[in-house]
């Protein structure tokens, strides 16, 4: 099993920056794809930032050149920075993680965090 820990939402005014941070544990051969995920009330989640092994990244229209995707393959950790935040950015954060747990089966497994918070106020 594979656990996703969430941390960094919390609420800010608009215009101000938050950072989240997403750490896997747990039965890791190798991290695929890790992405952010954005949820509202009454709306499906919807994908804000992705980022593939090796660095690639792809964002949603709504974030480029607000939203930066990083990871720190060492840890086991991707991380969103969130500047010039809007109201409309307001939502749980979901990570979630494509992991191969074993070296001898090339399957894969996509998890997900609990969630953060993050309320831009305006």
């Known amino acids: 099993q594979v656990q996703l820990v969430e941390s960094g939402g919390g609420l800010v005014q608009a215009g101000g920056s938050l950072r989240l941070s997403c750490t896997a544990s747990?039965?890791?051969?190798?991290?695929?794809?890790m992405g952010w995920y954005l949820q509202v009330p009454g709306k499906q989640r919807e994908l804000v930032a992705a980022i593939t092994s090796d660095g690639n990244t792809n964002y949603r229209d709504s974030v480029k050149g607000r939203f930066t995707i990083s990871r720190d393959n060492a840890k086991n950790t991707v991380y969103l920075q969130m500047n010039s935040l809007k109201p409309e950015d307001t939502g749980t954060y979901y990570c979630?993680?494509?992991?191969?747990?074993?070296?001898?089966?090339?399957?894969?497994?996509?998890?997900w965090g609990q969630g953060t918070q993050v309320t831009v106020s305006s």
């Open positions: 747990g039965r890791i051969f190798r991290l695929n794809d």
């Open positions: 979630n993680a494509n992991v191969r747990s074993t070296n001898w089966s090339p399957y894969t497994t996509i998890y």
